[in-house]
């Protein structure tokens, strides 16, 4: 009977696991993390939320509680664009001291996050993920899905929409007043309480605001140890530029018969080399690259990091990019853009796939490399 027992729990376990795959279609449901389950831990000591946003972009609204790591300084190269520990986005000593100063111990979960698009949440997840963190997820949706699932961001919007709307009439109140023949009692009257219900409002907000999930202001964060383990570094997930060089040879001589694809996921100006960012010698595109924007697998209309499994799945049909192939993505830097791309095809269940860390900035300066425009 027990036996009995145990074997309907099993099987009532893996067909509740298989509903939930079928619901959001990935094969790998370890990787995200949504907003509802990620609101539940805001404030667990144990849980590190990270933005891949700039400086900037924190400051004007970011988790509570969360720190900034850029995922485009997420990599080291010097000027020349050369990675000193490749394919590494950094010497294991850098890391380290990277993570550790922004609060993290190897004990936490990590939960990476941006505005809401992706890119930059994915960065952040890969930089971690190949130096083998054992807890790491990204927040589907980032910011934009955290501020929709918190009431209180609910009650201060709908308050600020007031307020608004008041102070619109207070200003057009006075406006009116400057007219010939202006009701000056009516108008008086109108700016005075428009002005009073304003302020009280005003004071709603300021209570409502103590309880947003979504604040503004600067990092506070106290620093911690962290150590990498190099036997735990995933080298299955990053190459460097000699790798992606062989299978780059391998494509340009076997054509769609290779096993190797390397995804650009940069826009247009970047790959046909009319674009250039930082200090990168050249633009343009490493050859035999398949050209697959980043945008295309982010949903910009639900504002989610990533489209539906069957929506990715279309896009990778389209291009051949089936899962015997060994796929490299690069954009710019690594952390990022193709970042994107290799997280959705993880998502997917691809198993050989891999960031070029550095990217275009190592390839675009490296002049024995061969580009095309």
């Known amino acids: 009977m027990n036996r009995l027992l145990k074997t309907l729990c099993v099987a009532a376990s893996l067909s509740a696991a298989s509903v939930l795959m079928a619901a959001d279609g990935y094969k790998d449901n370890s990787i995200l993390i949504s907003a509802e389950e990620a609101v539940k831990l805001i404030g667990n000591p144990k849980v590190m939320f990270v933005s891949g946003d700039n ?101 201060y919007d709908a308050l600020n929409k007031e307020f608004k709307a008041l102070k619109k009439v207070e200003k057009d109140s006075k406006e009116a007043l400057k007219k010939e023949g202006a009701d000056k009692a009516v108008l008086d009257a109108t700016i005075k309480k428009a002005s009073e219900d304003a302020k009280a409002l005003s004071a709603k907000m300021a209570e409502v605001e103590k309880r947003l999930l979504v604040v503004k202001g600067d990092e506070v964060v106290k620093a911690k140890n962290y150590k990498i383990d190099p036997k735990k570094i995933k080298w299955n997930v990053i190459a460097d530029k000699n790798e992606v060089k062989h299978a780059m040879e ?27 960012m930082d200090n990168v010698a050249r633009g343009g595109h490493v050859p035999g690259a398949t050209f697959i924007e980043w945008s295309q697998i982010s949903d910009a209309d639900k504002k989610l990091s990533f489209k539906s499994a069957a929506e990715i799945q279309k896009v990778y049909d389209n291009y051949g990019i089936t899962p015997d192939k060994t796929i490299y993505a690069y954009c710019h ?41």
């Open 250 to 276: 391998d494509i340009l001589k076997n054509g769609k018969k290779s096993k190797y694809v390397i995804i650009d996921s940069r826009g247009i100006g970047e790959i046909v080399g009319e674009r250039k």
């Open 333 to 373: 830097v690594g952390a990022g853009r193709s970042s994107e791309h290799i997280t959705a095809l993880q998502l997917l269940g691809y198993k050989n796939v891999k960031v070029f860390t550095g990217s275009w900035d190592v390839w675009g300066n490296d002049m024995n490399l061969p580009i095309k425009r």
């Open 55 to 155: 400086e900037d972009i924190y400051k004007l609204g970011h988790i509570k509680g969360s720190v900034e790591m850029y995922a485009h300084h997420l990599h080291h190269s010097d000027i020349d664009g050369e990675m000193h520990c490749a394919p590494l986005y950094r010497c294991i000593d850098d890391a380290e001291q990277t993570i550790g100063k922004k609060g993290i111990s190897n004990d936490m979960m990590v939960i990476a996050y941006d505005d809401f698009k992706g890119p930059n949440a994915t960065g952040v997840y890969s930089f971690f993920d190949s130096y083998g963190h054992k807890n790491v997820k990204v927040l589907n949706g980032g910011r934009a899905a955290m501020m929709a699932a918190d009431p209180a961001q609910k009650e």
